[in-house]
C-alpha cells in the first residue's frame, strides 16, 4: 500500500466498522478519532481527545491533530503528524526514546487525572458539608 499524503476529515456519530484510508473520522460524541496509518500498513489508529491526548484543531477546511501520531505498538513504528489534513513524516523513534515518552506521558496523565479527581471530590465533599450545615 502507499503511503498517505492527506487525509480528508468525515465528522460522524459513531465510528465505522469498516474505515477507508486517507479518511480521519471524527466523532465528536465520543470525543475521539480513527484512521488507517498512513504508511498504508493497514492498521487503524485511535486518536481519543482528551486533555493529556489528542487534540483536534478544525480550521473550517482541514484538520490538525496534536500532538504526533506515533504508532509504535505496530510493525511500521510510523510516526507523523496530521497538520491541515497533511501528512508531515517525522523519525522512526528509537526503543529508549518511546520508553522514555511513556513514562512521561504517565506522569503527565498521573498528575492531570490526580489534580482532576481532587477538584471534583473536593467540591462534592464541600457540598456536602455545606448541606450538613
Ligand atoms: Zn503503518
Redesign the pocket.
Known amino acids: 500500500m502507499p503511503k498517505i499524503l492527506r487525509f480528508h476529515h468525515n465528522f460522524v456519530e459513531s465510528i465505522p466498522h469498516a474505515i477507508d484510508d486517507g479518511i480521519l473520522y471524527v466523532s465528536v460524541r465520543f470525543a475521539t478519532a480513527i484512521h488507517k496509518?498512513?504508511?498504508?500498513?493497514?492498521?487503524e489508529?485511535v486518536t481519543p481527545f482528551t486533555p493529556t491526548d489528542w487534540k483536534l484543531i478544525f480550521d473550517g477546511e482541514n484538520i490538525t491533530l496534536n500532538p504526533s501520531i506515533g504508532?509504535w505498538s505496530?510493525?511500521?513504528?510510523?510516526h507523523y503528524w496530521i497538520k491541515n489534513g497533511k501528512v508531515i513524516w517525522a523519525e522512526s523513534w528509537s526503543d529508549n526514546m518511546i520508553n522514555s515518552n511513556r513514562a512521561y506521558d504517565h506522569k503527565v496523565k498521573n498528575s492531570h487525572y490526580k489534580n482532576d479527581d481532587k477538584g471534583i471530590w473536593g467540591k462534592v465533599q464541600e457540598f456536602i458539608r455545606s448541606k450538613l450545615g
Open positions: 496509518c498512513a504508511c498504508g500498513c493497514g492498521e489508529v504508532n505496530f510493525k511500521c513504528r510510523s
